[in-house]
T-cell receptor
Framework: DTAVSQTPKYLVTQMGNDKSIKCEQN?????MYWYKQDSKKFLKIMFS???????INETVPNRFSPKSPDKAHLNLHINSLELGDSAVYFC????????????????FGPGTRLTVL | KQEVTQIPAALSVPEGENLVLNCSFT??????LQWFRQDPGKGLTSLLL???SQREQTSGRLNASLDKSSGRSTLYIAASQPGDSATYLC???????????WGAGTKLIIKP
């Protein structure tokens, strides 16, 4: 069974379009994350949600908007795509800690390779 | 600001050798540390997690250690196999910011 799944796996689109990437986890975790891996392979956190509430929001353009309909899903919507948005986007999840935050192991999805033309 | 460095950036060794991958942090205030494996075009697989109170973790042929005082972690792979070929990433979580800070990875190639 897939623990953390993302769709689509590949996304090729024109500059200026709006697109969404979906993420689902079946681990029963309370915290979910979105990461961006750039061409140099560095991963940087973009957002983190705990029980459908935003807890980490790094400095990303407001064209990026996460949406969490329930704690098993965290979707990423991107408006007005730009060339620099091309990257691999990873979703992850972890179990909530007692303080509502998590120092626990993170499990990652397979990634979505976004190419903006 | 926490920065993570992984050395070497790339490593190619014959099958069967034991090897060590290194990860170092500029700020030793690390709560826990994870080692991941990334295969080309695929996602990240968590290999080992070293919690705050631990100094090392072992899983099969893999052993990871964490020395907070020096801000260093090593991943030891015993009896390497071609299937071990992948990029290995370390990521540390800070004491208070609950965010993983990542290294750029070590690309490992095991030659048959």
């Amino acid at each position: 069974d897939t623990a953390v799944s993302q769709t689509p796996k590949y996304l090729v689109t024109q500059m200026g379009n709006d697109k969404s990437i979906k993420c689902e986890q079946n681990l029963g975790h309370d915290t979910m994350y979105w990461y961006k891996q750039d061409s140099k392979k560095f991963l940087k956190i973009m957002f983190s949600y705990n029980n459908k509430e935003l807890i980490i929001n790094e400095t990303v353009p407001n064209r990026f908007s996460p949406k969490s309909p329930d704690k098993a899903h965290l979707n990423l919507h991107i408006n007005s795509l730009e060339l620099g948005d091309s990257a691999v986007y990873f979703c992850a999840s972890s179990q909530e800690g007692t303080s509502g935050m998590s120092h626990n192991e993170q499990f990652f999805g397979p990634g979505t390779r976004l190419t903006v033309l | 600001k926490q920065e993570v460095t992984q050395i070497p950036a790339a490593l190619s060794v014959p099958e069967g050798e034991n090897l060590v991958l290194n990860c170092s942090f500029t700020d030793s205030a690390i709560y826990n540390l994870q080692w991941f494996r990334q295969d080309p075009g695929k996602g990240l697989t968590s290999l080992l997690l070293i919690q705050s109170s631990q100094r090392e973790q072992t899983s099969g042929r893999l052993n990871a250690s964490l020395d907070k005082s020096s801000g260093r972690s090593t991943l030891y792979i015993a009896a390497s196999q071609p299937g071990d070929s992948a990029t290995y990433l370390c990521a540390g979580e800070g004491d208070s910011n609950y965010q993983l800070i990542w290294g750029a990875g070590t690309k490992l190639i095991i030659k048959p």
